[in-house]
């Protein structure tokens, strides 16, 4: 089938390579012309496992392409994806115009049948938007041509996107019309074989089955943070509390982990806007918003944490810092904890000397002029000459390092762990203090 993709981020590029991958034609169109031009010349933006191989093989095969024509995208195919960002509006809702502004695009240019799915977050009642929105250009042409609008939210997680994309758990499918099921269905038969993982709905459930989605995951997260925080005070250790918890099948061990707060470009937006819908139905989500705030306070434990240990003078204080993307195997910095963590440091004069395997080139983008900080090309460099070190992200590498040489290496010999890698006695027989999340005695 041929299809268009408008959006080149980490869910569009990955929906275009992977449906090129299984035969589909693809044609993604993005503004960025640097993003673009990057694309076009086998250079992939972003950091995603698996990625840059699938999109250089369909691109030499001729079913991947790219182009910043907006005319071209939409005569390209009848079926024309968004996966344009909703970043957070001012007031916490989801800023949509970059999706109303390509709906806007296919109106203009359609010619003939087109299905528009939405693939990009967004609130409830987008759908209608879109199709207000593509319906204003078709009238200002003085056209009448048949389309549909479907909700077709993206589930993959960054940092295994291409493996979650080729084999999703569910493909939710928001859609009223007949004729758009069946284009849906083709578009996802090859990834749909072992058993039927498409789930069809109305498109309003379709919207808000997203925004579930990742606002009981955050609060998975909240919740077993605001435990860990009591078990600290109390003397527990929230490692066995989240054994003992996960093995009740109805509870389970995924996603119970502790750490030093939610990140990245969906949690901590979605939570917000989810919220902000809520209020706009006159309805006060005080479960979410408590979810949003315990988050808030937990990106600030670990300064806290560093802070009592060098009894608030850390002016003129190095701390070496590993992990600065908000999760491992990506390098997406959007909302990350390191973020709060080194600005935090910052304001009261210290230090940084980080290093993330994939975040750097984007560390530097953002922090551009920053005097404090500075980006080592090893972990093993960013330690030397630091008084102490603080973990952020659980990257593989990080799991099992020389304690006795980061003992020797650090003028304090202190460890300051916002993902809870090490067994407490493993690090303190080489000498090292050990701070972690909601490990009892110590914190
Ligand atoms: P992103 O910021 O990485 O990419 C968005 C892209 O859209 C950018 O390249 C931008 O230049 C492009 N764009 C903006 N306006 C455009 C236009 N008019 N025409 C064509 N391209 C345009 O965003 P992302 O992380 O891929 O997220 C996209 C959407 O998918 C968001 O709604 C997000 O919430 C959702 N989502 C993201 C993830 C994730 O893990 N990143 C997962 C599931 C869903």
Not at 76 to 91: K, M
Not at 166 to 180: Q, Y
Not at 328 to 352: C, H, I, Q, Y
């Amino acid at each position: 089938m041929k299809i268009t993709i408008f959006g080149t981020g980490y869910v569009g590029l990955v929906t275009g390579a992977c449906l090129a991958d299984v035969g589909h034609e693809v044609l993604c169109m993005d503004v960025d012309p640097g993003k673009i031009e990057k694309l076009r010349n086998g250079i992939i933006p972003i950091y995603e496992p698996g990625l840059e191989s699938i999109v250089t093989h369909n691109v030499s095969a001729g079913r991947l392409l790219f182009t910043t024509d907006t005319a071209e995208a939409v005569n390209h195919a009848e079926v024309q994806f968004i996966a344009v960002g909703t970043p957070p509006d001012e007031d916490g809702s989801a800023d949509l115009q970059y999706v109303t502004a390509v709906a806007r695009s296919i109106g203009e240019h359609m010619t003939g049948y087109k299905v528009v799915i939405d693939k990009s977050t967004v609130p409830v009642g987008t759908g209608d938007k879109v199709r207000g929105a593509v319906r204003s250009e078709l009238d200002k042409r003085g056209m009448e041509l048949e389309f549909d609008v479907v909700s077709n939210p993206e589930f993959l997680k960054e940092g295994a996107a291409v493996a979650d994309f080729m084999k999703p758990d569910r493909i939710v499918v928001g859609t009223e019309s007949k004729r758009a099921e069946d284009v849906l269905r083709e578009i996802y038969y090859p990834f749909n074989r072992n058993h039927d993982r498409m789930i069809f709905m109305d498109l309003r459930s379709a919207e808000l089955t997203k925004y579930a989605a990742n606002a009981m995951l955050a609060t998975k997260i909240s919740f077993m943070n605001e435990i860990a925080n009591l078990a600290e005070r109390l003397g527990a250790d929230i490692e066995h509390v989240r054994r003992g918890i996960g093995s009740d099948p109805r509870i389970g061990y995924h996603f119970i982990y502790p750490g030093c707060g939610y990140g990245g470009s969906c949690f901590p937006k979605d939570v917000t806007a989810l919220t902000r819908t809520a209020r706009d139905c006159d309805y006060e989500a005080k479960l979410l918003t408590a979810v949003e705030h315990v988050n808030m306070a937990q990106k600030h434990v670990l300064f806290d944490k560093v802070s009592h240990y060098f009894r608030g003078e850390l002016e003129g204080k190095t701390i070496a810092l590993w992990g600065l993307a908000f999760k491992p195997n990506t390098d997406d910095m959007r909302e990350a904890s390191s973020r709060r963590l080194m600005e935090s440091l910052w304001k009261v004069g210290a230090k940084v000397q980080a290093f993330d395997p994939e975040a750097m080139e984007e560390t530097q983008r953002i922090y551009d002029n920053e005097p404090g900080l500075q980006l080592c090309g090893t972990k093993e460099q960013a330690l030397k000459g630091a008084d102490a070190l603080v973990i952020c992200t659980e990257w593989k590498e990080f799991r099992s390092p020389d304690f006795a040489s980061i003992a020797q290496t650090l003028s304090h010999p202190a460890i300051f762990d916002g993902r809870n890698l090490y067994a407490p006695e493993m690090v303190e027989r080489h000498g090292l203090v050990y701070y972690a999340i909601g490990r009892g005695k110590n914190q």
